[in-house]
């Protein structure tokens, strides 16, 4: 056993090494082509050591981004069920976690990312594969188009946190919740099962690109 | 003739020292309540300087808030002309600002808005007094239901906006303006003109507030 992998499991340096090894990792080369192996051989350590810490790769990846809460628990309970209910139940689950105290950790995971590149593409990555893949999983339609009706269902969420909580604009900033899902629950129900005409005009179901 | 009032009219040291001084007073005050008489005395100069230099209050608040575009020439063009097809003019001409070099100026400024109070208190006041009362003016419908409807659909607008240009989220990154038009322009449209069932439950078209 080297020096290293002999650290107490506990010990925070060693916790810490890996975190900052897993945020570039994640940052550089993406989600899915970072392995806790090689986060485990940039942060010196042995790859059983990053297992026994953060379980698995999505956990890890959360504990870089210091993300307040684990969408894998939260978006397949509120996919459950009829489909038709999934763009209120969302913005609702979605408000329920921004006005917890989680939403204070959000806003300044937001915040960073907005300035920050390494910071954004962390937000990117976490947004597409803990959110958006698990609410194409569990939604109908048309595989093709998934990618971008969840990314709009995703900016009309995102853009609600700013104007409530970061830009805090008059109504909306005090508005009840059941008012916003009233409003913004329709929303993101087209944009994830509606008929989205004239977005999709090319016969494979493609968006056309810039 | 004092000392102050007889610089040069182009002197930058005095555009800037009124500029800082707006800015101060715009962020502590709001627009409303900040007059240019009272920005002239902060800044040590005559208020018929502040008028040669900005024109009007609106102007030397766009100055101000170094906005890359003035929305009392831009929003009543938009608004003119059929309210149903509102919501696509909206965001059309939306995109076309952030397709712009004004979009990058736009990016810097909403940067500095999520992370700096004084901004986010000017982008507050930028947002309500320049272009949703503006949208507000030439909208049809109840007016104590504008407000929030207006900021509904800048909710939508910011989020885009977020998406597209801040995070660079795929495939709304990259999608065509057209696509996104016909996939945003009925939200904003829904928003700004449409049944919000549920959202304004109150009889006299409060929003409920937390």
């Not at 989600?31 to 810490?53: C, E, K, M, N, Q």
């Not at 809460?69 to 069920?81: H, Q, T």
């Not at 609702?92 to 920050?116: C, H, K, M, N, Q």
Request: glycine share 10%; proline share 7%.
């Amino acid at each position: 056993m080297t020096r290293r992998t002999g650290r107490r499991p506990g010990n925070p340096d060693t916790r810490e090494a890996i975190l900052t090894a897993a945020r570039a990792a994640f940052a550089d080369r993406g989600f899915d082509a970072t392995t806790i192996r090689s986060v485990a051989a940039s942060a010196g350590v042995d790859p059983a050591l990053v297992h026994h810490y953060f379980g698995s790769k999505d956990k890890l990846f959360l504990a870089a981004m210091q993300a307040p809460l684990d969408p894998g628990e939260l978006v397949p309970r509120i996919l459950a069920g009829d489909p038709e209910g999934v763009g209120e139940r969302l913005v609702r689950a979605f408000l329920g976690v921004w006005d917890s105290p989680a939403g204070t950790a959000g806003v300044a995971l937001l915040r960073t990312a907005v300035t920050t590149e390494w910071a954004a593409r962390l937000l990117r990555e976490f947004l597409v594969t803990q959110v958006l893949r698990r609410i194409q999983e569990h939604l109908p339609g048309d595989r093709r188009q998934l990618p971008l009706r969840g990314s709009l269902a995703a900016s009309q969420l995102l853009g609600l946190v700013m104007m409530r909580y970061v830009i805090r604009l008059e109504p909306v900033a005090s508005a009840t919740p059941q008012a916003l899902v009233a409003a913004v629950g329709p929303t993101v129900q087209r944009y994830l099962t509606g008929d989205l005409a004239g977005v999709f005009d090319d016969p494979a179901g493609a968006v056309a690109h810039r």
